[in-house]
């Protein structure tokens, strides 16, 4: 059963919360961990070092509360999105009636990049529909830039202020009908590709890019690009593909998706680049930047992986 703000509500119960001190802060999470634990739910937390350190402070119990220190929780929104789901799956199997979480995704406030996770927030309240989550999403309003907190509004349905106070976000839109940040292309995209298949299975992407990356790349790395390509095209329809030669090996990759934003040319291509100039071996890693769905809902996904840098 669950208990608080989300009581007879079903899936995921997300909302964004805004403050401007550590006081604020401690306002906002600790009420909604504290209640958590003391109703015996799973309360999973994903923040930095610092914030870490203050909610063990703060806590009665911090020992009741999953403290998730990995950086790489947020390297990319498909591990975000994959690690979650895979403690969600954990948590519901062994009878949680609902699940805590709250976390802080990368942005420049905290020294990090947006681009991408704008889409993660939008996807979530569908992706995680299935699972009884409830979500508390908290930006520090005196770092994060105003597009960002721009965006938190309308992807997060409710609002709750440091009074505990709570409304419905009126600026809100659907996963169907958000407006991202402008899509950067990534300047691998103006070189020729090493592979490109149009009108192709996911299944076959997986394995071009599986050649393509195996043995250049970190294990890590090419797996994220896998996952992506999973979860954007679940449906095959086969028709072409070109394998142009490349001198130099590769060096980064970008997928895309079907539905893509913008689209490319053809329906649904997958192309891996090799530019010369690039100095280091690397596939880019998979940011899914989905904003309608996975490939577990029948909505066609809206989604992007664009390449950055990794060593070998």
Not at 66 to 90: C, H, M, N, Q, V
Not at 135 to 151: K, N
Not at 225 to 251: D, H, K, N, Q, W
Not at 291 to 306: E, G, I, K, L, V
Request: hydrophobic share 35%.
């Amino acid at each position: 059963m669950r208990t608080g703000a989300a009581r007879g509500q079903a899936g995921h119960f997300h909302e964004a919360g805004f403050y401007r001190s550590d006081a604020e802060f401690r306002a906002l999470i600790v009420p909604f961990a504290e209640e958590g634990i003391a109703a015996g739910e799973p309360v999973i937390i994903g923040y930095d070092d610092r914030k870490n350190a203050l909610l063990r402070s703060w806590l009665t119990d911090p020992s009741a509360v999953e403290f998730i220190g990995d950086k790489g929780l947020y390297a990319t929104p498909a591990r975000a999105i994959a690690t979650y789901w895979r403690l969600f799956e954990s948590h519901l199997a062994a009878g949680a009636g609902q699940i805590r979480i709250a976390g802080e995704v990368p942005h420049p406030g905290n020294g990090g990049r947006f681009e991408g996770w704008d889409r993660y927030e939008a996807a979530v309240n569908t992706v995680w529909q299935e699972f009884p989550v409830w979500g508390r999403c908290l930006y520090d309003a005196t770092t994060a830039p105003a597009a960002v907190l721009d965006i938190v509004e309308r992807t997060h349905p409710r609002i709750v202020a440091p009074s505990g106070e709570r409304r419905a976000s009126g600026r809100y839109q659907d996963a169907r009908v958000f407006e991202g940040l402008p899509y950067a292309p990534d300047p691998l995209e103006d070189s020729p590709p090493l592979a490109e298949l149009v009108n192709r299975p996911a299944a076959d992407a997986r394995q071009a890019l599986t050649q393509i990356g195996r043995g250049h790349v970190p294990a890590t790395t090419l797996q994220d690009l896998l996952i992506g390509a999973t979860e954007a095209s679940p449906t095959p329809s086969a028709t072409a593909a070109r394998l142009p030669p490349s001198a130099s090996g590769p060096r980064r990759a970008t997928s895309w998706s079907p539905s893509m934003t913008p689209a490319p040319a053809q329906p649904t291509t997958w192309q891996a680049w090799s530019p010369p100039q690039t100095g280091g071996l690397g596939l880019g890693s998979g940011s899914c930047t989905s904003s309608t769905s996975t490939s577990r809902s029948a909505t066609p996904a809206t989604a992007s992986w664009s390449g950055s840098a990794a060593e070998q």
